[in-house]
């Protein structure tokens, strides 16, 4: 959780008639009445100053009930984008989404949590600094671009203010080390702030979600229909997309030809329900690569059903298959009743079973359900942060150990200087892919392994020599205890930490340099850098690179 300078929180008081009455007590809590449902034109904000503050020294720490109403003021971002208020006095902390910085608001609590609370947003009173624009329609409902309106200056400072504040308050790492400054760089921007996503989800639904000044219009049947984005919190409705502004154009066109198309009865396509279970469109998957002939983009469309009928699907597959770029149309087929994209069976209907993109002068195959860093242009910064970090001799002496190595993309670009890559991951089709990503390019110093990481034993560790670096990229929950227990027996001279999630980063980073008292574990590593970079734009999402050297 991110700490943040302490400010006071507000709340309503019978000056603001257009509020059911609340009434204070000496601990400053409301009472249990309950909150007003709507709320009027607050055009005239001149009613504004006669809220109370919560700063009376004397009176007893402030912690807000369920359902209280709040005037609050947004102080910074939390992970996933959240927005940070506190209480003064006693530090509580509210946790709002779609609240940004220096944006006062009316919101609810929704709900405790231990340490923090939850609230629902009900009425902004005035903007946050740095208001900007945003460019998409559907900015302020999809969830996925939360900060657009937010200047990208202001994103990044907000960003790189919270890996600051993890490194420090989880990480324990005191800013007032003379050396703090030196190992907490500035954050590297992304040149590229829109159309820089390779690969884009989109779902098939029954049920289209709509803004509450909406929700009287009663849809039935097709009117209903929809493709697009899950609307937050909801796993059964779907906000409707004709364009993301964060994909490419030519992935625009083909969602476009779709949306103008998928609908139409005498094709006789249906989404999937996820209630009853019925219906044959769940899923299109975009994927953008490049020719590496001729550097033009070439796209995979992938629909992902529910059973494998290719003729319903062939009236789609010959108007997408017009535009140019498209080069491989394929059929994930899903029976299960999860919302998952990836089939059972695979089939191509169009074209190729692959793409490719290039990436640290290395060509990588895509297939329908590789992973591969879902922004190139940004994944070639990322990737050289890691190889300067790792600092390899180029001599081919050093033995790389690459963990959660996924399609083996980071190891593969190490191994032109090393001895020997050894990579390490869970997914067994990953694993297929890196062996064949480098057969592809002429690489034979690397071994991958299929193996679960969360689940290693005493045995872990003998199939490889001792590695000179060891570079581990987990998924957001970091890297379990078990692991990291490993890494402190190896006692590799260094290891290159590479996070897309800064909380947990640096939680682990504190174990490996300062061990785990209570289970009576030593550190051994001393953090020399940690590099946020943002791969993803208007998005809560960061990356972080960290370099730790053996003490």
């Known amino acids: 959780m991110a700490t943040i300078p302490s400010h006071a929180l507000r709340h309503l008081t019978l000056t603001r008639p257009w509020l059911r009455k609340i009434s204070c007590t000496t601990s400053l809590a409301f009472s249990s009445q309950d909150p007003l449902l709507t709320y009027p034109d607050n055009s005239n904000n001149n009613d504004t100053d006669h809220t109370k503050k919560t700063t009376n020294s004397k009176s007893q720490a402030f912690f807000p009930k369920k359902n209280q109403v709040l005037e609050l003021e947004c102080e910074s971002l939390a992970f996933k984008g959240k927005g940070v208020c506190k209480v003064a006095d006693s530090g509580f902390v509210l946790l709002c989404d779609n609240a940004l910085p220096g944006e006062r608001f009316i919101g609810r609590v929704s709900r405790k949590k231990g340490s923090y609370a939850e609230v629902t947003k009900l009425k902004t009173l005035s903007p946050h600094r740095d208001l900007v624009d945003a460019p998409c329609a559907y900015a302020s409902y999809c969830g996925g671009c939360k900060t657009q309106n937010l200047s990208y200056e202001a994103q990044l400072r907000a960003k790189e203010q919270q890996v600051r504040e993890l490194v420090i308050h989880v990480g324990k790492f005191s800013d007032k ?33 709509l803004p509450k000044e909406l929700l009287h219009e ?107 770029e498209v080069v491989s149309i394929m059929n994930n087929v899903n029976t299960s009743v999860g919302n998952t994209s990836v089939g059972e069976e695979e089939y191509t209907l169009y074209g190729k079973s692959t793409i490719t993109e290039s990436l640290r002068g290395l060509t990588f195959q895509i297939s329908a359900n590789s992973f591969f860093q879902t922004n190139t242009h940004q994944a070639e910064v990322l990737y050289k942060l890691i190889e300067d970090c790792a600092g390899l001799r180029g001599d081919a002496s050093e033995i790389v ?41 002429g690489i034979s110093n690397t071994t991958f392994l299929q193996g679960d990481l969360n689940k290693i034993d005493e045995n872990f560790g003998k199939h490889f020599p001792k590695p000179d670096i060891v570079i581990s990229d987990p998924n957001r929950p970091g890297m379990h205890m078990k692991l990291i227990k490993f890494l402190l027996k190896l006692k590799a001279p260094k290891i290159v930490y590479v996070s897309c999630n800064p909380a947990t980063c640096a939680r682990d980073i504190d174990y490996l340099c300062h061990g785990v008292m209570e289970q009576n574990i030593k550190g051994c590593y001393k953090l020399k850098s940690i590099q946020p970079v943002d791969m993803f734009p208007h998005t809560p999402h960061i990356e972080c690179v960290c370099l730790l050297e053996l003490c």
Not at 178 to 200: A, G, S
Not at 202 to 208: E, P
Not at 263 to 277: A, F, I, Q, T
Not at 282 to 298: A, F, I
């Open 177 to 209: 080390n003379p050396d703090f400054e030196c190992i907490m760089k500035p954050i590297v921007p992304c040149d590229v702030q829109f159309h820089y996503r390779n690969k884009m989800e989109f779902s098939f639904g029954t049920q289209k979600w």
């Open 401 to 441: 150990l690459d963990l959660f190595c996924g399609t083996g993309t980071i190891g593969l670009t190490l191994a032109k200087k090393a001895k020997h890559v050894y990579g390490y991951e869970v997914v067994a089709q990953a694993v297929a892919d890196a062996h064949r990503n480098a057969k592809l390019n």
């Open 218 to 324: 009663k849809l039935d049947g097709i009117d209903n229909y929809a493709l697009g984005l899950h609307a937050p919190g909801y796993f059964d409705k779907i906000l409707n997309v004709d364009k993301c502004l964060l994909q490419s154009e030519p992935a625009n066109k083909i969602l476009a030809t779709v949306q103008d198309n998928w609908k139409d009865p005498e094709l006789g396509l249906s989404p999937y329900n996820v209630h009853s279970h019925t219906g044959f469109l769940k899923h299109l998957v975009l994927r953008t690569g490049r020719d590496m002939k001729t550097d033009l983009p070439e796209l995979m469309v992938n629909f992902v059903t529910s059973s494998y009928k290719p003729e319903m699907l062939k009236p789609l597959v010959e108007k997408i298959s017009a535009i140019p």
